[in-house]
Protein backbone atom coordinates (compact mmCIF):
# COMPACT_ATOMS: atom_id res chain seq x y z
CA UNK A 1 0.00 0.00 0.00
CA UNK A 2 2.59 2.38 0.86
CA UNK A 3 6.41 2.35 -0.04
CA UNK A 4 9.46 4.53 1.32
CA UNK A 5 11.98 4.65 -0.52
CA UNK A 6 15.28 6.13 0.87
CA UNK A 7 18.45 7.58 -1.12
CA UNK A 8 21.61 9.89 -0.73
CA UNK A 9 23.78 7.91 1.54
CA UNK A 10 27.44 6.68 0.48
CA UNK A 11 30.84 7.18 1.99
CA UNK A 12 31.75 10.12 3.43
CA UNK A 13 34.66 11.59 5.31
CA UNK A 14 34.72 12.31 9.07
CA UNK A 15 33.69 16.17 8.97
CA UNK A 16 31.39 15.90 5.57
CA UNK A 17 27.91 16.20 4.55
CA UNK A 18 25.75 14.32 3.32
CA UNK A 19 21.83 14.75 2.41
CA UNK A 20 19.29 12.03 2.64
CA UNK A 21 15.62 11.69 0.84
CA UNK A 22 12.75 9.75 1.20
CA UNK A 23 9.93 9.62 -0.94
CA UNK A 24 6.48 7.86 -0.07
CA UNK A 25 4.51 6.92 -2.52
CA UNK A 26 1.23 4.28 -3.01
CA UNK A 27 -2.22 4.62 -1.58
CA UNK A 28 -1.74 7.76 0.37
CA UNK A 29 -4.58 9.66 2.09
CA UNK A 30 -2.26 11.56 4.29
CA UNK A 31 0.98 11.93 6.17
CA UNK A 32 1.36 12.85 9.78
CA UNK A 33 5.34 12.74 10.97
CA UNK A 34 8.22 11.59 9.39
CA UNK A 35 11.53 10.78 10.96
CA UNK A 36 14.81 9.47 10.45
CA UNK A 37 16.40 6.61 12.39
CA UNK A 38 20.44 5.06 12.29
CA UNK A 39 21.09 1.50 12.83
CA UNK A 40 24.79 0.43 13.56
CA UNK A 41 25.65 -3.64 13.21
CA UNK A 42 24.56 -5.08 16.97
CA UNK A 43 23.04 -1.63 18.04
CA UNK A 44 19.40 -1.00 18.18
CA UNK A 45 17.99 1.02 15.87
CA UNK A 46 17.18 4.67 17.15
CA UNK A 47 15.66 8.35 16.36
CA UNK A 48 17.99 10.45 14.51
CA UNK A 49 15.29 13.13 13.53
CA UNK A 50 11.23 13.62 13.63
CA UNK A 51 9.44 16.15 11.74
CA UNK A 52 5.66 16.40 12.00
CA UNK A 53 2.97 17.71 9.33
CA UNK A 54 2.97 21.03 10.41
CA UNK A 55 7.00 21.19 10.52
CA UNK A 56 7.74 20.94 14.06
CA UNK A 57 11.49 18.99 14.57
CA UNK A 58 12.63 16.95 17.12
CA UNK A 59 16.19 15.79 16.91
CA UNK A 60 18.57 13.23 19.03
CA UNK A 61 21.18 14.97 21.14
CA UNK A 62 23.44 13.52 19.23
CA UNK A 63 22.50 15.51 16.17
CA UNK A 64 20.98 18.80 17.01
CA UNK A 65 23.02 21.98 15.91
CA UNK A 66 24.72 19.46 12.67
CA UNK A 67 21.46 17.81 11.19
CA UNK A 68 18.58 19.44 9.79
CA UNK A 69 15.32 17.07 8.83
CA UNK A 70 12.63 19.06 6.19
CA UNK A 71 9.83 17.82 4.26
CA UNK A 72 8.02 18.50 1.17
CA UNK A 73 4.37 18.01 1.52
CA UNK A 74 3.60 18.06 -1.56
CA UNK A 75 6.03 15.58 -3.04
CA UNK A 76 5.68 13.52 0.69
CA UNK A 77 9.37 13.27 0.83
CA UNK A 78 11.50 14.18 3.82
CA UNK A 79 14.84 15.13 3.60
CA UNK A 80 17.81 14.69 6.58
CA UNK A 81 20.57 17.51 5.82
CA UNK A 82 23.71 15.52 7.74
CA UNK A 83 26.87 18.53 8.14
CA UNK A 84 30.36 17.81 10.13
CA UNK A 85 29.73 13.73 10.09
CA UNK A 86 31.62 11.63 12.54
CA UNK A 87 32.70 8.24 12.04
CA UNK A 88 30.59 6.68 14.92
CA UNK A 89 27.27 8.07 12.53
CA UNK A 90 28.39 5.36 10.38
CA UNK A 91 25.00 3.21 10.07
CA UNK A 92 22.23 2.07 8.03
CA UNK A 93 19.70 5.10 8.38
CA UNK A 94 16.20 4.35 7.98
CA UNK A 95 12.95 6.30 7.21
CA UNK A 96 9.63 6.20 8.47
CA UNK A 97 6.08 7.66 8.22
CA UNK A 98 3.03 7.58 9.61
CA UNK A 99 0.51 7.40 6.96
CA UNK A 100 -3.37 7.18 6.78
CA UNK A 101 -4.13 4.84 3.99
CA UNK A 102 -6.75 5.45 1.48
CA UNK A 103 -10.07 3.50 2.17
CA UNK A 104 -8.06 2.51 5.82
CA UNK A 105 -8.64 2.83 9.02
CA UNK A 106 -9.31 5.58 11.56
CA UNK A 107 -5.24 5.01 12.79
CA UNK A 108 -2.03 5.32 10.81
CA UNK A 109 -0.12 3.21 9.48
CA UNK A 110 3.71 2.71 10.51
CA UNK A 111 5.72 2.21 7.66
CA UNK A 112 9.71 1.80 6.96
CA UNK A 113 11.86 2.19 4.33
CA UNK A 114 14.84 -0.77 3.24
CA UNK A 115 17.68 1.77 4.79
CA UNK A 116 20.20 3.47 3.00
CA UNK A 117 24.22 3.09 3.84
CA UNK A 118 25.87 5.87 5.37
CA UNK A 119 29.37 4.88 6.00
CA UNK A 120 31.78 7.94 7.46
CA UNK A 121 35.48 7.11 7.55
CA UNK A 122 38.87 8.79 5.99
Known amino acids: QVQLVESGGGLVQPGGSLRLSCAASGSIFSINSMGWYRQAPGKQRGLVAR???????NYADSAKGRFTISRDNAKDTVYLQMNSLKPEETAVYYC????????????????WGRGTQVTVSS
Open 96 to 111: NADVYVREGSWFPGDY
Open 51 to 57: ITNGGST
